[in-house]
Nanobody
Framework: QVQLVESGGGLVQAGGSLRLSCAAS????????MGWFRQGPGKEREFVAG????????DYADSVKGRFTISRDNAKSTVYLQMNSLKPEDTAVYYC???????????????WGQGIQVTVSS
């Protein structure tokens, strides 16, 4: 079992930055691939970014490439999402996720956090 707790959300103006953190706990959490998803108002949940557990390979949705950066600190069992140049369309509930496989963490993660609100004002 893996528990995920997000922090760092809030309200920011367009063009601003936020850093989300996800503290993970549980067995062998460092061996899980980690990711971030989001669900905007009236939209389906979508993949945002993922990072592999072993080689730190990363993947991003086209909509956030060049603006968002995912990273992890295995010693702290924490994954981060640095969000720069935020846009109103980035407004969503952001979810941390953990997956046993690289494919699962980008599509159907095994574990989810409870979600945290990010609101970008224009």
């Amino acid at each position: 079992q893996v528990q995920l707790v997000e922090s760092g959300g809030g309200l920011v103006q367009a063009g601003g930055s936020l850093r989300l953190s996800c503290a993970a706990s549980g067995r062998t959490v460092s061996s899980y691939h980690m990711g971030w998803f989001r669900q905007g108002p009236g939209k389906e949940r979508e993949f945002v970014a993922g990072i592999a557990w072993s080689d730190n390979n990363t993947d991003y949705a086209d909509s956030v490439k060049g603006r968002f950066t995912i990273s992890r600190d295995n010693a702290k069992s924490t994954v981060y999402l640095q969000m720069n140049s935020l846009k109103p369309e980035d407004t969503a509930v952001y979810y941390c996720a953990a997956g046993r496989t690289w494919r699962s963490v980008r599509g159907a993660p095994n574990y989810w956090g409870q979600g945290i609100q990010v609101t970008v004002s224009s």
